[in-house]
């Protein structure tokens, strides 16, 4: 319902705002591009779609983004983004009408980005932060950090030389949770949600808060698996395949930057009802040194998530049709992640404008083997033992 009070709001806010336009009018381009190209050092698994042959279409994308000042106080912005990876849908990302009444207050209504981490607003900028993939365990698909169409509000202030920021969002999203190779269609309802940061000379502080009220799965496999544990009279079983509870998500961020050197960390921790989204817990930590155009970082990642696996009452023997519905519990409950990863990363960026620069890094990863570990492991390489290094090298551009 939101989404189609946010496309009457933004209609009639562009109707209003072009009827009280002023007559000199401003439209500005600018975009960003990246070629990222990776190799997994091992041939039973993939991670973030690297797998043991150098790819440069998981994370490689070009966007163009319109901004127009219809006067002081209105404006648009729009962005398209070509992506080359396949779990990326390339287009439209986002379309908002800003309203600005002044340097504190800002308005914006329409397709916006998630705030939820600090990155969020630019994960697809590859320029504005050191790595060439921000930490996988933290910034990891498997949760909603893309697109949502709503309401956003934000408020500056200044005392002497601390700076505070608030932020309040409302709003829907409807598209795909991942998890591994698989894709779950829903509709995510009453997202709402707050930002607060403050900065002091070189310190920086980020907290926030996310709530999601309701889940709504479309999939196709999960309905089927749910309406034939509800006909069985498996319904506590059945109850833990809906995704239909509320999901909350929270962040604390940190950090300090010199001319010299930096650091810098994220934790987030996520509770839900929904079992497969429970007890998740990510952080990282990151540690940089500047040499003239040359920036040397290092960083450890971990992501913890509490036993999230459903267990199988249905008992098997008795009847055909209840060993066909054990064994689709066992795969629908195997698609679920348990993803308990560490990992440590080494990378170099080299500047080499303004709005060029050049990177490399290693990532040595380190999972569980009984867990996904954030990993795709077909299953006949189930004794894949969950440790590899990713090798990546790319180049960013901003213009």
């Not at 279409?57 to 983004?81: H, K, M, P, R, T």
């Not at 960026?349 to 620069?357: F, G, I, K, P, V």
Request: charge should be negative.
């Amino acid at each position: 319902m939101l989404k189609y009070i946010t496309a009457a709001l933004l209609t009639l806010a562009l109707f209003t705002s072009f009827a009280i336009a002023d007559t000199h009018r401003d439209l500005t381009f600018s975009g960003f591009a990246r070629v990222v190209g990776g190799q997994l050092s091992t041939s039973e698994a993939s991670y973030a779609n690297y797998d043991n042959s150098w790819s440069f279409s998981e994370d490689s994308l070009i966007a163009l983004q319109a901004d127009y000042a219809i006067n002081s106080q209105f404006s648009i912005s729009a962005q398209g983004i070509l992506h080359t990876g396949a779990d990326r849908d390339s287009g439209l990302d986002w379309l908002y009408l800003t309203y600005q009444p002044s340097s504190s207050w800002q308005f914006n209504v329409g397709r916006l980005r998630l705030p939820v981490l600090k990155y969020s607003d630019v994960i697809d900028v590859g320029f504005s932060y050191p790595w060439l993939n921000a930490p996988e365990q933290v910034y990891s698909r498997r949760l909603f950090y893309s697109g949502y169409e709503g309401l956003n509000v934000r408020h500056k202030t200044q005392f002497k030389n601390v700076g505070l920021e608030i932020e309040g969002y409302w709003g829907d999203f409807d598209g795909e949770l991942f998890s591994g190779q698989d894709a779950f269609d829903v509709d995510i309802n009453d997202i709402y949600g707050a930002v607060l940061s403050l900065t002091y000379d070189g310190f920086h502080f980020r907290s926030s808060f996310m709530r999601v009220t309701e889940v709504v799965d479309n999939s196709v496999l999960i309905d089927q698996l749910v309406e034939g544990l509800t006909s069985a009279g498996f319904e506590e079983l059945a109850a833990k395949f809906r995704l239909d509870d509320g999901v909350s998500v929270y962040e604390f961020g940190a950090g300090y930057t010199s001319l010299d050197w930096f650091v810098s960390a994220e934790l987030m921790s996520v509770d839900s009802d929904l079992d497969v989204l429970s007890g998740i817990k990510s952080y990282y930590l990151t540690l940089g040194r500047y040499y003239n155009s040359l920036l040397f970082h290092a960083t450890i990642s971990r992501s913890r998530q509490d036993e999230n696996s459903i267990e199988n009452t249905i008992p098997l023997g008795v009847s055909p049709l209840l060993d066909l519905l054990s064994t689709s519990v066992d795969s629908i409950n195997a698609l679920f992640p348990t993803d308990d990863l560490d990992s440590l990363t080494f990378g170099v960026r080299w500047d080499y404008s303004t709005s060029l620069a050049f990177k490399t890094e290693v990532s040595f990863l380190k999972g569980k083997e009984d867990k996904t570990s954030l990993f795709y492991v077909p299953p006949t390489n189930a004794d894949f033992d969950r440790r590899a290094s990713l090798y990546q090298v790319g180049v960013e551009w901003v213009f």
